[in-house]
């Protein structure tokens, strides 16, 4: 897009610039009709937050990312949130509604870059890679547990609200049990009270199950 759009002049672009847009719906059918594109709020703001990673072979985005984060600070009120964070967590939300954890999961991941701080997207985040891998039965479980303990280390849990804490709790257990078994008693006890582990009487002997028979099974141990 050139800079005399609205929007690139905003960011403080002076040159042509590529930025990412998520289409679905009818926005998606008409641009296959057409090569029309809704540039929208959020056809951006789902676009940056799904495509902030991406590293196309043809196309130089090292120019339009340094843009990325003004963006998301200029998107914030346009879409009356209160901060790029709300703004991230909410944009989670709907389309982990609307396309599934999987998309999700991408957002949080790449929202942390530009929130490296947020314990409530890193949240988001653990749960959305829990339960995309559960959706697909995840083969390579094992590098997606590593993936969630990493994260669940930089994560205030204290901080999260009843329902999230109860949540990785359970995901907690099962992540570290798989990966670091030594390291899961010392872990749950230390970020966990009583209220978020009374899953437990039922839940841990089916996890025990799974890890006697060596046979992992995301569905089986869904968190639904």
């Not at 490296?116 to 997606?144: C, G, M, N, T, Y």
């Not at 798989?178 to 839940?203: C, G, M, N, Q, Y």
Request: net charge negative; proline share 5%; glycine share 6%.
């Amino acid at each position: 897009m050139a800079p005399s759009v609205g929007f690139l002049a905003a960011v403080g672009a002076t040159e042509k610039t590529h930025l990412p847009l998520f289409l679905s719906g009818n926005d998606l059918d008409a641009f296959k009709r057409t090569g029309a594109v809704n540039f929208s709020p959020v056809t951006l703001l789902y676009g940056i937050l799904y495509g902030a990673s991406d590293d196309p072979p043809t196309l130089d985005v090292s120019l339009s990312s340094r843009y990325f984060a003004k963006a998301l600070e200029l998107l914030a009120p346009e879409l009356k949130m209160p901060d790029v964070e709300q703004l991230i967590l909410t944009a989670g939300a709907n389309a982990r509604q609307e396309f599934g954890s999987a998309v999700s999961a991408r957002m949080m991941g790449n929202g942390l870059g530009f929130v490296p701080q947020s314990d409530k997207i890193r949240s988001d985040f653990v749960v959305d890679l829990w339960v995309s891998a559960e959706e697909r039965d995840e083969s390579e479980h094992l590098v997606v547990l590593r993936e969630i303990v990493s994260l669940l280390k930089q994560i205030d849990i204290a901080s999260l609200a009843p329902p999230f804490r109860k949540c990785l709790s359970y995901i907690a257990t099962v992540a570290f049990s798989e990966t670091e078994p030594s390291a899961e008693v010392d872990f749950v006890r230390a970020h966990f009270s009583a209220e978020d582990l009374d899953w437990i009487p039922k839940e841990k002997k089916q996890i025990g199950d799974y890890r006697q028979s060596k046979r992992f099974s995301w569905r089986a141990l869904s968190i639904q």
